[in-house]
């Protein structure tokens, strides 16, 4: 089995600046972060995870169901 890996942005401080490839991988980072995080506001909103009791399996190919029928809906 693969070992999970968690990918963070870069920070910067007083006495530290990024540099330009940094920065970029923040950006690319960003791009991919923007809709998974919008796409949790929707749950939220609607309440599902709230009241969810059951295999997170299967709880995933649920939401993953929720949210490709709301951004058909969305994008019509």
Request: net charge positive; hydrophobic share 40%; aromatic share 2%.
């Given at each position: 089995?693969?070992?999970?890996?968690?990918?963070?942005?870069?920070?910067?401080?007083?006495?530290?600046?990024?540099?330009?490839?940094?920065?970029?991988?923040?950006?690319?980072?960003a791009?991919?972060?923007?809709?998974?995080?919008?796409?949790?506001?929707?749950?939220?909103?609607?309440?599902?995870?709230?009241k969810?009791?059951?295999?997170?399996?299967?709880?995933?190919?649920?939401?993953?169901?929720?949210l490709?029928?709301?951004?058909?809906?969305?994008?019509?």
């Amino acid at each position: 089995m693969l070992d999970p890996v968690i990918v963070t942005g870069y920070a910067a401080s007083r006495t530290h600046k990024l540099t330009l490839g940094e920065k970029e991988a923040d950006r690319v980072l960003a791009v991919g972060r923007a809709p998974v995080e919008h796409d949790s506001a929707h749950l939220k909103n609607w309440r599902t995870l709230t009241k969810l009791r059951t295999d997170p399996a299967r709880a995933t190919r649920l939401l993953r169901a929720l949210l490709v029928l709301t951004n058909l809906e969305v994008n019509r």
